[in-house]
């Protein structure tokens, strides 16, 4: 598959999927487009978390947010949630 111009948001099926398929309990996934010379695009990383467990989604979501704000150093104020089991009630 070509690389989008747009890229789109990985929904948490996706990683669903991959922990059910490969037998694990939490994924995390990190995406990112750059450009051809490997230069960040603005605003094209990603971060999905999924766990089975109330548990595991908690650990996964932890470990997402440390990955996010610790590690790749993103704004929280600039981050946009597309889905969040910690407020989606």
Not at 47 to 64: E, F, H, N, P, V
Request: with cysteine; glycine share 8%.
């Amino acid at each position: 598959m070509d690389r989008i111009s747009n890229p789109l948001p990985i929904p948490v099926g996706a990683a669903k999927e991959i922990g059910e398929r490969y037998g694990y309990d939490q994924v995390i996934i990190i995406a990112r487009a750059v450009t051809d010379d490997s230069k960040q695009l603005e605003g094209c990383e990603h971060l999905t978390t999924w766990g089975r467990s109330t548990t595991d989604k908690t650990i996964a979501a932890a470990a997402g947010d440390h990955i996010k704000y610790g590690v790749m150093k993103w704004e929280k104020a600039s981050t946009t949630i597309h889905q969040d089991f910690r407020t989606d009630k």
